[in-house]
């Protein structure tokens, strides 16, 4: 079982949709949760990240770890065609420990 | 991208042939990372770096190894190319002050 899974999709909506993208983990010992946007042939960019459970917040995306479950979520709001990428959930033990990523949730926002 | 580079951007090169990838960072960080990712295998570590000649194994290092002689500079050295090892490789480093990665662009790596 891969530490970090999330469902590759694709995941079509309909612009102005919320989005919801989620992943399971495995491993308890994560404290560290990321949230990677990947657009084709490019590197992956870190949207944003959270330490432990709890939500955060930032303009139109929101992420949320439920440490209890070892679920991962990111929110979508307002959801534009640039929103178009590969999204991808991680987790780490520590701030500066190697990362383990999930193999990516493609994203399609139909205009 | 946050001052690193990766060199080669493409390369094709033969089954059997030697291949060295560079990432060079600008910005003094202890930690690099070499990832290659693959259709339906996504992102999975090759090596690590946490200093000058102090490097470590990822979960797919059979058949690559790296060489950090300089703190900007993390060299990946495929020793014979095989076909197995075409993929998209990325370096990253770990800024200061925040978690998660600072990703290279990429080189995008054919063995034919």
């Known amino acids: 079982q891969k530490e970090v899974e999330q469902d590759p999709g694709p995941l079509s909506v309909p612009e102005g949709a919320i989005v919801s993208l989620n992943c399971t983990y495995s491993n308890s010992a994560f404290q560290y949760f990321m949230w990677y946007r990947q657009y084709s042939r490019k590197g992956p960019e870190l949207l944003m990240y959270?330490?432990?459970?709890g939500n955060k917040e930032d303009g139109r995306f929101t992420a949320q770890v439920d440490k209890s479950s070892k679920y991962i979520s990111l929110f979508i709001r307002d959801s534009q065609p640039s929103d178009s990428a590969t999204y991808l959930c991680?987790?780490?033990?520590?701030?500066?420990?190697?990362?383990?990523f999930g193999k990516g949730t493609r994203l399609h926002i139909l205009p | 991208d946050a001052g690193i580079t990766q060199s080669p951007r493409h390369k094709v090169t033969e089954t059997g042939t030697p291949v060295t990838l560079r990432c060079h960072q600008t910005e003094n960080h202890r930690y690099m990372y070499w990832y290659r990712q693959d259709p339906g295998h996504g992102l999975r570590l090759i090596h690590y770096s946490y200093g000058v000649k102090d490097t470590d194994k990822g979960e797919v290092s059979d058949g690559y190894s790296v060489s950090r002689s300089k703190t900007e500079d993390f060299l990946l050295t495929l020793e014979s190319a095989t076909s197995s090892q075409t993929s998209v490789y990325f370096c990253?480093?770990?800024?200061?002050?925040?978690?998660?990665?600072?990703f290279g662009s990429g080189t995008r790596l054919t063995v034919v």
């Open positions: 959270t330490y432990s459970s």
């Open positions: 990253a480093i770990t800024p200061g002050g925040t978690a998660g990665y600072t």
């Open positions: 991680a987790g780490s033990m520590n701030r500066d420990d190697k990362i383990i």
